[in-house]
C-alpha cells in the first residue's frame, strides 16, 4: 500500500483546509485563469483587481457573490479585458461570435 493510499483522507482534509483559506482561494482562481488561456504579468496583481471589482463593467450591477464575477478575456491573446458579470460576458461572447461567423462570411 502507497503512502498516499495509506493517508488518502488526511491529504484530502489537508488539500481542502488549505483551499479555504484566503491564499489557498487565491492560487486556486490564478490557476484556473491559466488553465482558461489567460496571459497576464502580474497574476497577483490581477486577483486583486478582480477581488476590489464590486460592479459589473458593462451593466453595472453590483456583485453580491464573488462567484457572479467574470474575468473576461480574449481567447486569441488570452489577454484579460474586463470584469463583468456572467450575464454580459455571455452576451459578449455571443455577439462577438455572431461578428466573426459574419466577418468570415463577407471575406470569401
Not at 495509506?6 to 489537508?14: A, R, T
Not at 470584469?83 to 471575406?107: P, V, W
Request: net charge positive; proline share 2%.
Amino acid at each position: 500500500m502507497t503512502y498516499y493510499e495509506k493517508n488518502k483522507q488526511k491529504i484530502l482534509d489537508q488539500q481542502k483546509q488549505q483551499y479555504n483559506t484566503p491564499i489557498g482561494k487565491k492560487k486556486a482562481k490564478i490557476q484556473r485563469w491559466k488553465s482558461q488561456g489567460i496571459i497576464d504579468g502580474d497574476f497577483n496583481l490581477l486577483y486583486d483587481a478582480v477581488e476590489k471589482t464590486k460592479n459589473c463593467y458593462i451593466c453595472f450591477k453590483l456583485f453580491i457573490k464573488n462567484y457572479d464575477k467574470t474575468l473576461d478575456h480574449d481567447h486569441i491573446t488570452g489577454e484579460p479585458r474586463y470584469i463583468c458579470c456572467r450575464n454580459c460576458n455571455g452576451n459578449f461572447l455571443r455577439e462577438s461570435n455572431r461578428i466573426n461567423q459574419y466577418d468570415n462570411k463577407t471575406k470569401k
